[in-house]
């Protein structure tokens, strides 16, 4: 059926095209905080601090490229949020994790015409990634890049027949934002975010409103 050109399709025709851009990443991800704290570190830092912080973050995401051609109310993108976990021992430089939700695209048509007949079809496709990431951090101006998994589903009502389906595909996420301090512990802010799940040739573009706070610091 033409409804599955809102499902994630086979990955072959990117392998090859996205692997070295794989690599290429992955090294900045791996060197980066390397070159930054050989660069940063004083002789002697007796002020250094390690801290441990949650980030929360939610907005609208617009997919960037799609090739939908059914009928009906065609959705790109929705509300999105994710959570960051981030530790560091300074001020310029952090690592940690993030999980989320990122809504792909949706579909609703009532009356449809198939080739089996005429039925309303609902559909939709979303991912939750699992990424590791790092962050950069100069006069309040944020840079994050990560890389992971995001488990892509979609779901497909026809016929009054559920069909769900799911993976997981290699991806990764930059983002550029602001953070402004209300206190030693809570900044607010606003971030824009790229998502590319590389194996399926999906990208995000998101905007998205953050709450940052630190929970420790020893």
């Known amino acids: ?119 309303d079809i609902e559909a939709s496709l979303s991912a939750v990634p699992t990424l590791f990431i790092v962050a950069l951090q100069r006069y309040n101006v944020q840079l994050h890049g990560g890389f992971g998994y995001y488990r892509v589903s979609a779901t497909a009502t026809v016929f009054e027949s559920t069909i769900e389906s799911s993976e997981w595909d290699f991806g990764y996420m930059v983002a550029l934002g602001y953070a402004y301090p209300l206190s030693s512990a809570v900044k607010v802010g606003a971030e824009v975010k790229w998502n590319n799940i590389s194996e399926v040739q999906i990208s995000l573009l998101s905007l998205q409103a953050r709450l940052l706070i630190k929970l420790w610091e020893w």
């Open 1 to 119: 059926m033409e409804l599955l050109q809102i499902i994630p399709q086979s990955f072959l025709s990117s392998i090859m095209s996205g692997k070295l851009l794989k690599i290429i990443f992955l090294a900045w991800i791996l060197l980066t905080p390397l070159v930054v704290e050989a660069e940063t570190k004083p002789s002697k830092d007796t002020t250094a601090q390690f801290r441990i912080g949650v980030d929360f973050a939610g907005g609208y995401a617009y997919r960037l490229r799609t090739a939908n051609t059914l009928p009906g109310n065609y959705t790109r993108g929705g509300f999105a949020a994710n959570v960051r976990v981030k530790w560091g021992s300074g001020n310029i430089f952090g690592a940690g994790v993030e999980t989320g939700f990122l809504p792909i695209s949706s579909l609703s048509a009532s009356g449809a015409s198939t080739a089996l007949g005429t039925t």
